[in-house]
């Protein structure tokens, strides 16, 4: 029997931030999706304004967290200048 994968959160923000992420990891050729604080699979919806959460492959999740860390190192540099 082949094991399956879990999945696992790897980035929890805005509706922008999030879809940022995913096309990170796309580009890295990591499959991932986004969920709602309310849990539906895709992260827009524009009566709720929660946190969107991007999910990936608990198999993917080691690189994907490198890409993740990077992000936000891009970004605390950007705000620092």
Same mark, same amino acid.
């Given at each position: 029997?082949?094991?399956?994968?879990?999945?696992?959160?790897? *980035?929890?923000?805005?509706?922008?931030?999030?879809?940022?992420?995913?096309?990170?990891?796309?580009?890295?050729? /990591?499959?991932? *999706?986004?969920?709602?604080? /309310?849990?539906?699979?895709?992260? *827009?919806?524009?009566?709720?304004?929660?946190?969107?959460?991007?999910?990936?492959?608990?198999?993917? *999740?080691? /690189?994907?967290?490198? /890409?993740?860390?990077?992000?936000?190192?891009?970004?605390?540099?950007?705000?620092?200048?």
């Amino acid at each position: 029997m082949k094991n399956q994968n879990s999945v696992t959160e790897i *980035f929890s923000g805005t509706q922008w931030e999030a879809g940022m992420i995913e096309s990170l990891l796309q580009n890295a050729e /990591i499959q991932s *999706f986004l969920r709602n604080t /309310i849990g539906t699979a895709y992260g *827009f919806n524009p009566n709720y304004a929660g946190e969107v959460k991007v999910m990936v492959s608990s198999e993917d *999740f080691e /690189i994907a967290s490198q /890409i993740v860390n990077e992000y936000r190192d891009n970004l605390k540099r950007k705000s620092d200048e």
